[in-house]
């Protein structure tokens, strides 16, 4: 396969796909609610929470496994579910981990990549009781026994949908673990809830999408389970759920699909290697952006998802390199689209006065440098560490030299 031209391909289909997503959406719809699920339009987090809670108590559900899903982490299921009296089991073992941890996801492939095998170790012998020196292999033995029994509990399964299929109604799950076919075939009520950017349009582009994901996630050829779930089971089938509920979540992607610049982050395939590209991620880690999307994909949509005033600091928190770009596995010219983001701040005068008042006062230095050289090393020194304290409220302090960089020219090189 030629990376590149898979790269252009798949952009190239994520741009049909979202061009027509009205469409698309249409065609899944009415496909897979032929066979017998329902569709579900969530505009926003309340919405998708109250028709998962709905279906829970027609389902009197007390237990509910879960696979690993962004989207669920978005609306935060797991806090609305235990304020309904639902237990939410995370399935997948790197969630399973934060889950017993109380933590979040630390990255969106690898939710638990920042713990040692040593850490995981602690955290079973204090919650579970295993032997704090247990074996990576004893730990995983010890989370299957635990989860088996719950699948056999619950009532429902809750997955995501790695893409929406429309030209089949389907719904396409990658995974490493079988716990996320598990997890929709075991319950007898199955809830998929996936943001509406994931559709692709045809069958076919699973040859493409598949491999892609697989290859930019997590560096495998192809992922251990990939599943196709049409519908709920059929007539004559002797395994699969009863019901099964699509929930097409919005919750702010139309805003992204009405702006014809930052449209192109919908064609994201969540595969995480833009986070493990990124200086900046590698250095703060995914629970510093105080966010569900982290990295750089992350800083591009949140701030369209949340609100440009709240969260517009994270598309400035970047060097704008460009390797997010430079790796994206559909070809998502990240680094513009954080340019882009701050843009748009300043020109919806969300920019920051002092801010605006101090690259002023940088930029005429900068073009008169006796203003610049008013002040010796002593005094730049006091003002920046101890007067302005903008700098060092996070870092260390400044050390500017005593001479000038014209001075130190002129004794070197005279006036010329
Ligand atoms: S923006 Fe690109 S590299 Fe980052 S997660 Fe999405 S598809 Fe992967």
Not at 281 to 294: C, F, L, M, P, R
Request: charged share 25%.
């Amino acid at each position: 396969m030629n990376v590149e031209l898979a790269r252009e391909h798949a952009k190239n289909t994520k741009w049909k796909a979202i061009e027509t997503l009205d469409k698309q959406l249409e065609i899944f719809e009415s496909i897979i609610t032929g066979r017998g699920a329902k569709v579900i339009w969530a505009e926003d987090v309340q919405r998708a929470l109250e028709a998962i809670g709905r279906i829970c108590r027609e389902k009197q559900c007390k237990t509910l496994v879960k696979s690993k899903s962004m989207v669920t982490e978005e609306i935060h299921l797991n806090d609305y579910l235990g304020s309904i009296g639902v237990e939410s089991v995370e399935t997948d073992l790197g969630e399973y981990i934060q889950q017993l941890d109380g933590e979040a996801p630390y990255h969106i492939v690898t939710p638990a990549m920042h713990k040692s095998k040593e850490d995981v170790a602690k955290l079973f012998a204090e919650k579970l009781g295993t032997d704090p020196k247990a074996t990576p292999e004893q730990l995983t033995l010890k989370a299957r026994e635990i989860l088996r029994e719950k699948y056999v509990q619950a009532e429902v399964g809750i997955t995501g949908a790695n893409f929406i299929v429309a030209d089949i109604g389907g719904i396409a799950v990658t995974e490493n673990e079988g716990n996320a076919r598990l997890s929709c075939a075991w319950p007898s009520t199955h809830i998929v809830i996936a943001g509406i950017e994931k559709v692709i349009p045809s069958l076919t582009d699973l040859s493409l999408f598949w491999p892609l994901l697989a290859s930019y996630g997590t560096g495998q050829k192809v992922t251990v389970y990939n599943s196709l779930i049409t519908g709920p089971r059929q007539p004559g089938e002797t395994d699969g759920p009863q019901d099964m509920y699509v929930i097409l979540l919005d919750n702010g992607r139309t805003n992204i699909l009405a702006d014809e610049r930052q449209r192109e982050s919908l064609y994201c395939i969540r595969c995480g290697a833009c986070l493990n590209a990124c200086p900046v991620y590698k250095n703060i880690g995914g629970h510093a952006y105080g966010v569900t999307y982290s990295g750089p994909i992350g800083s591009v949509i949140t701030p369209h998802l949340k609100g440009l005033d709240e969260y517009k600091h994270l598309s400035y928190a970047s060097s704008l390199c460009g390797n997010c770009t430079e790796v994206c596995a559909v070809r998502i010219n990240l680094h513009e689209l954080l340019l882009e983001n701050r843009y748009e701040s300043v020109r919806e005068g969300k920019g920051d006065p002092v801010e605006k008042l101090v690259w002023r006062a940088w930029k005429h230095a900068m073009l008169f440098r006796p203003a610049l050289n008013i002040a010796n090393g002593k005094m730049k020194n006091w003002f920046v560490n101890k007067v302005a304290k903008g700098w060092t409220a996070q870092r260390g302090d400044l050390k500017f030299p005593d001479r000038s960089f014209n001075q130190r020219w002129r004794d070197k090189y005279g006036d010329r």
